[in-house]
C-alpha cells in the first residue's frame, strides 16, 4: 500500500511539473500543437526496461506471493495524429514467488511473466517537450512459478498512464505506471522506454 501511495505521489507531481512548464511556455498554442516534437506521424519502436511491483493472490487454499522483479519489452506503434496511436507490445520479467499452503508450509522459486497486448494511445503535448500519455488494451499474461508447479494464462484489460520527453523529432524517453485487470504475482509494473520514430 505504501508503494501504491509514492506511485500515485509521483504521478501527481510529474503532471504537475508538466502544467507548470506549459505555464512558464512562452510559444504559442498554435506552435505548440504543431512543433515538429509533437506531431510526428508514421512508425515507431520503443524498448523497455521495467520493474514488477509483485502481488499476493489466493489460489485454492494457498497464498501466492510474488516479489519485485525486473524485465524487458517492446512497443510497436503507428501515430495517426499528435494525440492518438495504436500499438502491440510484448514482455518478459521474472521474480522470486513464495506459496504458502493452509497448513503454513512454504515453497519458493523463481517466475517467469511473458505479457502481449494491443493498446490504443493517447498523447497531449503540455510543452515542447514534455507530452501527457495514457493507454488503454487488452493483454495475455503466461507465467510459470517453477517448481511451484502452476503454469497458466489469464487475460484482461491493461491501462498505463506517464509522461515522454523529446529530445528532437525523431527520440523521447517515456515514464509510465502499467496495470492490468489480470490475477498475477507479477503486479502492476514501473516502465522506462526509449522511443525512436521513423
Known sequence: MKQISKLIGLGFFLASLACSLNAESHISEAEL??????????????????????????????????????????????????????????????????????????????????????????????????????????????????????VGSEHGATWAAGIEYSFNPHVEVSFEYEGADIKSARGDSLQLGLIYKF
Open 33 to 150: 500543437h504543431h512543433s515538429e516534437l509533437s506531431t510526428h506521424k508514421g512508425f515507431y519502436i520503443e524498448p523497455k526496461l521495467s520493474y514488477t511491483l509483485g502481488e499476493t493472490l489466493s489460489h485454492g487454499t494457498s497464498t501466492i506471493e510474488g516479489d519485485s522483479g525486473y524485465g524487458l519489452g517492446v512497443d510497436i506503434g503507428y501515430s495517426f495524429t499528435e494525440y492518438f496511436a495504436i500499438e502491440v507490445d510484448g514482455t518478459f520479467s521474472s521474480s522470486d514467488v513464495k506459496e504458502t499452503d493452509s497448513f503454513g508450509n512454504t515453497e519458493e522459486d523463481t517466475a517467469s511473466f511473458y505479457t502481449y497486448g494491443v493498446n490504443t494511445v493517447f498523447t497531449y503535448p503540455m510543452h515542447n517537450h514534455f507530452i501527457l500519455l495514457g493507454k488503454l488494451g487488452y493483454g495475455v499474461e503466461h507465467e510459470d512459478l517453477g517448481s511451484i508447479g502452476i
